[in-house]
């Protein structure tokens, strides 16, 4: 529990309840009530759907995997190393598929039982939104877990009120996702780094199966794919496009350092913060980072 070394205190803003922008209602002459998307804040869960069923990648990551130990991918040998079992057998798509779809069935699980009260009604949402509040995708960035009144929350411990995004960790189908600067306060990144850790040991989830893909590596495979496709064609593309499939920094919450883009699988998933490119300085200075 004392292995985080970088504290971080946010602020936020909560929302009452915030169901696709569906009209509602309208309450006044410049009120309107809509229904959106809410993007899963701090987690990232294996692919149901990604252009299609991730199983159509079946193929095209086998070949990957090849590209790989020939030496022909655009990357770096030690991630090479790492991503090659994971892609070989072209059952890589197929795998985040049903991953996928069990990580959906858990969530729609811990809605339905978290939100049910025993008079047969149910709770209202909680919702602590990011900032930004948007993604690039225009879904609200947000915490998301049942509303407790201030005296039910007394008498619950923190795994009873707990978020849908730490359930979804804890239960080992979601990886933590951190991206700065969206980052928990350092009490809950604690925690929800120790619920990680946890489902990592014991292989709860995704993490039961050695061959596993996070999403995020999942997606970054398909676009690895695509680029060394066109490498191979002799299409000539410009360092930015070599490098475009992956351009987050990750940096070690336990030991605050930093590492370029392809270095990531030498940090623990569950001690990953994510940086893009241009806030890479930034958060350098804002989470006194240390260069590996």
Known sequence: MTAVNIFWDPSGDELDSLGNKKLLRVTDGDTVHISTSIRMLGIDTPEKNYYGKPSKYDADLDQLAGWMQSGQAPVDDGLAQYLHPKLAGGQAGTLQE????????????????????????????????????????????????PYYSPSERKLLTYDQRASFNYLMVQSGWAATFTIYPNIPAYEDLVMVRQAAREAIDQQRGAWGDSQMLTGYEFRMCVKLFQVTKKVINGKKLSKRERSGWTTRYCADMTTRKVYYPQDYYKVAPCDRIFMWSADVNEAVSAMNLLPE
């Open 98 to 145: 049903s991953h996928g779809n069990q990580a959906s069935a858990m969530l729609t699980q811990l809605t339905q039982d978290r939100l049910s009260r025993e008079e047969r009604t149910k709770r209202k949402l909680y919702v602590k939104i990011a900032k930004p509040p948007f993604d690039r995708n225009m879904r609200l960035l947000a915490y998301v877990a």
